[in-house]
């Protein structure tokens, strides 16, 4: 319901037309497809590319079967580029650019660094006298970082700037 609600928005507090759908497939836990797109009127639009707009979206809508548009479409193979050119059927659509989502990590050993010294220095200390190293595991990509007590204690000498600060933390 969270399209029908910022459509509702778009439409009452920005006054803009728009045609809006997302929506998800779910299996259990596991989401099979998510996707949605969001169709703006701009105030050069004519009439007649409106009118295209309009019954494109009535060809997409019919070609998807079911009432949460556009999960059966991307369920059945549709790619969001596909859907794209049923909208903009005929309307001479230029691409701008096309990337392919990567699941790629972000973890370091500098990020888990940067996390214990927002820790108290006594929790850390604690911490290496009791497991005599630091160990993290990443919850995204699972890679294990292990710190030895030397090794924290030559981060910490070296370390400058406030590590809840992106700009200042220098680790």
Known sequence: DIDRDVGAYLAESE???????????????LCKAAGGYLVEKLPECDDETMGKVEQNLATLVKKDGGDTLPTNLLLNGVSPYEICEIILDGLDMQPLQQIEPVAKCQCTEERL?????????????????????????????????????????????QAKGDPSKDDEADV
């Open 15 to 29: 006054q803009r037309s728009c045609a809006l759908a997302a929506a998800t497939s779910v299996e259990g836990i």
């Open 113 to 157: 660094f940067r996390a214990l010294r927002l820790l108290p220095r006594a929790e850390v200390d604690e911490i290496l006298e009791k497991e005599d190293q630091i160990e993290a595991r990443c919850h995204f990509c699972g890679k294990v970082y292990r710190m030895g007590p030397e090794e924290v204690e030559a981060k910490f000498a």
